[in-house]
């Protein structure tokens, strides 16, 4: 292990900053074998989330001196990527050591946690360590650069907005805690959430300082090449630029490793393993930045960060002529993945890897960058041109060569050039298209002296428009050539239809879109320097690109004139805010290893529906370190359902399907022991993946009011299609279980992450064979489920518990992302019918709705949770008397769908609300009038005969109208329609009428545990489990009233099945209504029992009277709710399935870019009915949570299937949830004043899942402006209704010349045999 000891202990790494790895480091490692090829995060302990560098979670602050400047930089990088190795000389920041509960709260830590920014918490650490490190280089940082910084960090469940409200708590010009709109009826009831001035002040002369160890190093720097030995990778730093040249030679195939942002990513899901990696990081020569008078050099080493700064500073100090490659280079910095990405990538490695996507490539190949390669051999220069970037031999660079810098000319004058992506979100996300253009006049003209047009996104490298941009030379800058050349590159840059990535048709429009915008931009541009030049009437129409703003914090809620010490109804900081801020909240992966534990990893499926042959798992047995694998034939008890097997037998019905699993000392071994399992099959047949295809038939269900036909009601009728795609629950902490065997009585402890602790016990109990009341499940806290905790963890628990039971270890099973996607299934998606029969004022007389959703392999919850209650919920806010709603849950090869927030509401009521916005444009209507026309407006009964009182539905609808100023605004986004052909805006006004709760009495059912002890502090459990909603912060609240004691004498500890027995899953919004009043029983029978002591001693203390215990009063009590009635009829087609329904509206409003189909959201207004708020800042973070899952379901998530059926969308790479820049610019959530409802805890209301369904408004403002922007165009008014409202869907919708050409223009040659398509879309 040459020079590995003094190599590992120069990573100076301290106590106080929270690290303890550093002893792990200093001696000799455990595990020196896979040090070298180990990304930091598992010795750093972070929260482990995606594992690609595309979530944040894991972020970390790195902090190294400059050898050249010799200043101290600090940067975020994402730990799952940063190879332990390359932290030679750097000291890194965690969490922990940014502050602690034990010692100080950081700033940061404080104002995240109360304002309200942390939900499950999940997501906490890495969003401190982002805004932390921001406020090391910048103390008061501009909102742009708070924006910048947090771009790459994805948050689940809070929304976003109060995370941002936290930073701008820092900010130096703040839009602080605007006021909201005025509202009419607004009367005093506005108050803050949090008080800004009570926060501690940011003092940075109080952070930690740069370790001096470290910095006597750097004044010293170690030349000596250091070597790391692994088990099978080594790790080779050289000092010197000369010693890397003769490595390099020597070692020709090992790749140069500097950001790891691309070979990391290749080594984990590639599997790719390079035996030497080549680390230039110390060699400063690569990091060299020179300014000439016609251009800058720029070192390969530096980081897409620095040659961001680095290009900034150019375009400051030279003329605008000069900078136009700089400036286009800037605008795709400020997009191409995150900060933490940008500030580990280098530029050489960005250019090297010539991934297809690259965001820079095309924009340096239209520059005209040449690269400046050396080796022992000497230095020369190549450009960077097609051929390089096709990686032809002949223009590439020699294995033994490396590239030291970039040269970018200056442009000059008449020389334009521009650069344009697009992706399914504006931040964060590989681009779909890209492209960089340059043109060059003849001096005084408009005629075409040279021009280049590259193309990212479009083939398996950056493809050059050689050809067309050769054969336009010489043309003037018009119409006419405009045509022509958008013909010659439709056919030069051809995409086959089977091409990977799929949206051809929307590729190739982009293709002529952007070189639209390029002629546009550069009409304007030449309208500047000739004069008179005429421009035609559509550039004026033209608009440039949207820089995303930061929404301001305006909230308010209902405060209550109670007694000072009462904490319901007050917005009280989550219990656990501090803990997540700080880091030492412990989620299940946390628990330190126990003793003998052992790893387990899970063999899945590739065939969608396949007879298994034969598993051989001989191979995989003999990896060292492998202790056993577990097969269906180890499980003691019964193996799942008939038709929903735990380990697949002799049939599999999904890719994904659980086979068997491997258990290992390691998770590496346990992962490289899968691939060596064989497994042979016999495919079967019928394949089925769509609802559309599919012929099996599911149960079916339905309500019908009255099958009266619209003919004999006189009415007009339509009819129409909805297609609603599925979603990724894609909670932060994956599905994980830790089993413990105990030593007596075939014990188990469990500690899983579920929504359903319960749940996990039963099965496990019947997998194992052993009573219930040997198994014991824990759940501390839950890194979010939205419904994808409910069922699924019970799977993970009893394999895991197999293994347990079968090697007498403890195991733990922590899925991976990629493996999480792949198995557990989503939100259904959903086919809709509908018929509908109306007026010509927009009343409905009759509408009858079929909906089809897809169910997947297994039945799992899509007979109740989806589609039943789908069917129920359908008729959302309307009174429509002649009603039919028919559901059928269709069987197919996918993974089995599961519940998901909203259960099916979010999907049916989208045909629903589709079906009124058809009518509308039927009718000429504006379509808040139909809806308001057809809207329950006094006390009435629903479809299924439940009778309720829609005033409040009516008051937040008012409310919301009067709040976003909707008609004024309307009537404002019509006048900018009119001004804009390529940009249209849209708004709409959606209202709803959410049915909360089970449709079962049982599920309603709660218990709950007390316990005063005797020194007065109580201990409060309840069947809830805390997934980031707040309950147990909620149910101290009650306990706090009920018992009328400060909340800091009040703990919860855990759910526990041995506290809390025979729970029912926390889901379907009734959570803390049950348990509250669980709570509440408990915590008045303990009252009652201390009354006779009280009475005694009225004027005595809570621990005076506590001592009752001396006098023989038992002070453990257990609370009870025996639940909610409620029922339903099948046959009938009647009941009171609910117990009481959440009232809401929300107003949105959007812009649309017709010509890439992106949008931006510009304001969104919600009013929800939450009656007696328990916690008004939980509740608003639940709706604001919701109202962003619900934008991401009907905008971008978008779940790809193979035609084979695999899941290509297995992580945030390819699957978008909504990133902090997708927040609405203008974002305002008020509750509606006191209403009261006697049935629930203080009247509360249940609010996790409703604000889900309000995300559509921003999808029908989205088809609002498609609506405009056909209108205008004169294409047909109906079109089918997609969600999401991708750009690619906006795209095509806003159909024009572009897309007729796209259609013209044939594709290139199919291939002989019928084309399969790359994806199917689910
Ligand atoms: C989450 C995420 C999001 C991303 N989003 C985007 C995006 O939106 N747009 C986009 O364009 N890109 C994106 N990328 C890709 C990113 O830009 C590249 O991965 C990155 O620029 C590669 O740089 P690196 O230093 O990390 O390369 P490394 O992974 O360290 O190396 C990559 C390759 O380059 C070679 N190499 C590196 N330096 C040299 C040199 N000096 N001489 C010779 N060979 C060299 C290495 O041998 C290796 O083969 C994303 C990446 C991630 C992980
Ligand atoms: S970015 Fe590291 S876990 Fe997601
Ligand atoms: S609080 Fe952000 S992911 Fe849960």
């Known amino acids: 292990m040459k020079n590995s000891h003094s190599y590992l202990a120069a990573i100076l790494l301290r106590a106080e900053w929270g690290l303890s790895v550093i002893l792990h480091l200093k001696g000799s490692p455990s595990s020196p074998g896979t040090l070298n090829e180990q990304a930091i995060w598992p010795f750093f302990k972070k929260p482990y989330a995606c594992g690609r560098g595309g979530c944040g979670a894991c972020t970390v602050m790195v902090s190294k001196r400059d050898p050249t400047s010799q200043e101290i930089r600090h940067f975020s990088v994402t730990a799952c990527l940063v190879p332990i190795c390359s932290l030679y000389g750097a000291a890194v920041t965690t969490v922990e050591g940014v502050g602690s509960m034990k010692t100080r709260l950081h700033p940061v830590q404080e104002r995240i946690a109360k304002s309200h920014g942390t939900q499950c918490g999940f997501c906490t650490p890495g969003m401190v360590m982002s805004m932390y490190t921001l406020l090391r280089n910048h103390p008061q940082p501009s909102e742009e650069q708070l924006l910048e910084a947090l771009g790459g960090n994805l948050c689940r469940c809070a929304g976003y907005r109060p995370i941002l409200a936290s930073g701008k708590t820092f900010c130096l010009v703040s839009r602080g805690l605007r006021g909201h709109p005025q509202s009419k009826n607004d009367g005093d009831r506005r108050s803050k959430l949090f008080v800004k001035e009570e926060f501690q002040p940011l003092d940075p002369t109080q952070e930690l300082i740069f370790p001096p160890e470290l910095l006597r190093m750097t004044e010293n720097p170690e030349k000596r090449t250091l070597t790391f030995h692994g088990e099978r990778v080594t790790w080779i730093s050289p000092g010197t630029f000369k010693d890397l040249l003769e490595l390099k030679a020597k070692h020709p195939e090992a790749p140069l490793i500097l950001g790891n942002t691309s070979l990391g990513p290749a080594m984990r899901s590639k599997g790719c393993l390079y035996p030497i990696l080549l680390s230039p990081a110390r060699i400063s020569e690569l990091n060299v930045v020179s300014k000439t008078n016609d251009g800058l050099t720029i070192g390969a080493g530096c980081s897409l960060a620095q040659v961001k700064d680095i290009l900034a500073e150019r375009v400051s100090e030279l003329p605008e002529e000069k900078t136009q490659t700089y400036r286009a280079l800037l605008k795709h910095l400020k997009s191409l993945a995150s900060q933490q990405i940008r500030n580990m990538a280098s530029l050489g490695g960005h250019i090297i890897s010539r991934h297809s996507y690259s965001d820079l490539n095309p924009i340096l190949a239209v520059g005209n960058a040449t690269l400046n390669l050396t080796s022992e051999e000497g230095t020369r220069r190549i450009p960077l041109s097609e051929h390089f970037l096709a990686g032809l031999a002949s223009a590439d660079l020699k294995p033994e060569e490396i590239l030291e810098s970039v040269y970018i000319p200056h442009s000059q004058k008449w020389e334009f050039v521009s650069a344009f992506r697009q992706a399914q979100c504006q931040q964060n996300a590989l681009p779909d298209v890209n492209a960089g253009m340059r043109v060059l006049f003849k001096e005084g003209t408009d005629i075409i002296e040279d021009l280049s047009i590259t193309y990212g996104g479009v083939g398996a490298a950056t493809v050059s428009a050689h050809k067309s941009c050769q054969q336009l030379l010489g043309r003037q800058w018009d119409e006419l050539m405009l045509d022509e050349a958008c013909r010659r590159l439709l056919d030069e840059v051809s995409l086959p239809g089977w091409a990977p990535g799929g949206r051809v048709e929307f590729k190739r429009t982009l293709v002529v879109s952007f070189f639209f915008k390029f002629y546009l931009q550069v009409l304007q541009e030449l309208k500047k320097l000739i004069k008179p030049f005429p421009v035609p009437v559509s550039a004026l129409a033209f608009m440039g690109s949207w820089q995303h703003k930061l929404p301001p914090s305006s909230l308010l ?35 330190p290893m126990v003793d003998k534990e052992l790893c387990m990893a899970l063999v899945t499926s590739t065939r969608a529906y396949a007879k298994i042959i034969s598993v051989d798992l001989s191979e995989a047995l003999e990896i060292p370190g492998v202790v056993d694998v577990i097969t269906a034939k180890d499980i003691p008890g019964i193996n799942g359902t008939k038709d929903d097997k735990l ?57 019908v009011e009255s099958e009266v036909p619209c003919k004999l009601l006189n009415a007009r009728l339509i009819q129409g299609e909805v297609h609603v795609g599925g979603q990724e629950h894609f909670y932060m902490e994956t599905q994980r279980v830790l089993v413990i065997p105990k030593t007596e009585d075939k014990e188990l402890d469990i500690y899983v992450s579920t929504q359903d602790p319960a749940h996990v016990q039963k099965t496990v109990s019947s997998t194992l064979n052993i009573p219930i009341n040997r198994i014991t499940c824990h759940v501390k806290r839950v890194g979010g489920g939205f419904g994808g905790k409910i ?15 079968k090697t007498g270890h403890p195991i733990r099973l922590v899925l991976d992302r990629e493996d999480d996607m792949l198995i557990t299934g989503g939100r259904h998606p959903l086919f809709g019918k509908y018929k509908v029969g109306f007026m010509n004022n927009g009343r409905i007389k009759a509408l009858d709705i079929e909906c089809f959703i897809n169910g997947g392999c297994t039945l799992d919850d899509s007979e109740l949770s989806s589609w039943k209650f789908l069917i129920l919920k359908l008729e959302n806010a309307y009174k429509i008397r002649n009603l039919r709603f028919r559901g059928r849950a269709c069987l197919t090869n996918l993974p089995s769908n599961t519940a998901f927030r909203g259960f099916g509401f979010p999907q049916g009521t989208l045909v629903t609300e ?80 959410f049915s909360v709760g089970f449709a079962a009495t049982s599920y309603h059912q709660a218990a709950a545990l007390v316990h005063i002890y005797t020194d007065g502090s109580v201990l409060v459990t309840h069947g809830g489990n805390e997934l980031g909603q707040g309950i ?49 029983n408990a915590c008045q029978i303990l009252l009652k029992r201390l009354e006779p002591i009280i009475k005694k001693n009225p004027e005595g203390t809570w621990e005076e009277w506590v001592t009752a215990f001396e006098q023989r009063i038992s002070l453990s009590a257990t609370g009870y709710f025996r639940g909610y009635k409620a029922f339903m ?61 619900g934008m991401g379901l009907y905008t971008t998530e978008e779940l790809k299937y193979s035609p084979e059926g695999v899941l290509y969308s297995r992580g945030p790479d390819e699957y978008k949830i909504p990133t902090i820049s997708d927040v609405p610019e203008e974002f305002n959530v008020s509750l509606l004043p006191s209403s009261q409802t006697p049935l629930t805890i203080y009247s509360s209301k249940g609010l996790g899942e409703s604000g889900m369904f309000l995300g559509s408004s921003v999808f029908f403002a989205i088809t609002d402006a498609v609506a405009a922007a ?7 008014e109906d079109f089918t209704v997609k969600s999401p409202a991708t750009p690619e869907w906006v795209r095509m919708a806003c159909a024009d010349r572009f897309t007729e050409m796209v259609y013209i223009c044939p594709l290139p040659l199919e291939p002989p045999s019928h084309p399969t398509p790359w994806a199917i879309f689910k």
């Open 1270 to 1276: 056909r209108k205008e165009r004169d294409i047909a």
């Open 647 to 703: 380990l697949a037998v002799d049939e599999v019905l999904c890719v994904g399907q659980i086979i068997c699993a491997v258990v290992a000392e390691t998770d590496v071994q346990a992962k490289r022991a899968i691939e060596k399992i064989k497994i042979t099959y016999e495919e079967l047949e019928p394949i089925i993946f769509t609802i559309e295809v599919s012929r099996v038939p599911g149960l079916s269900y339905k309500v």
């Open 1129 to 1189: 009829d099948w046959e009938k087609g009647e009941g009171d399935p609910f117990p009481y329904y959440v009232y809401g509206a929300a107003c949105s409003e959007v812009e649309i870019d017709c010509l890439t189909g992106a949008h931006k959201k510009i304001r969104t207004d919600i009013v929800m009915d939450a009656c007696c708020s328990l916690n008004p800042a939980i509740d608003i973070g639940q709706i604001e949570g919701a109202f962003i899952q």
């Open 791 to 805: 069922g699924r963890p019970a799977v993970f628990g009893a394999i895991a518990a197999v293994g347990a039971l």
């Open 557 to 591: 809620f209902v405060d209550s004139h109670q007694p000072l010490q009462d904490p319901v109804g007050r917005p009280v900081m989550h219990l656990s805010g501090l803990k997540h801020a700080t880091g030492e909240a412990e989620f299940c992966d946390d628990i």
């Open 914 to 993: 589709s079906c009124i916005t058809a009518v509308a444009a039927k009718c000429g209507l504006p379509p808040e009038k139909v809806r308001e026309k057809n809207m329950y407006r006094t006390v009435d009964k629903t479809i299924y005969k439940q009778a309720f009182n829609p005033e409040s539905l009516i008051r937040c609808w008012n409310e919301c109208l009067d709040v976003s100023s909707f008609h004024n605004r309307r009537k404002q986004a019509e006048e900018f329609n009119k001004k804009n052909y390529w940009k249209k805006r849209g708004v709409a006004v959606i209202p709803m009428k």
């Open 1032 to 1080: 147990h912060t909620k149910m101290l609240q009650v306990a706090s009233r009920e018992l009328k004691i400060p909340m800091s004498h009040l703990h919860i500890c855990e759910t526990s099945t041995a506290m809390v027995p025979n729970t029912i899953a926390t889901a379907a919004s009734v959570g803390a209504d049950i348990n509250g009043k669980a709570v509440q």
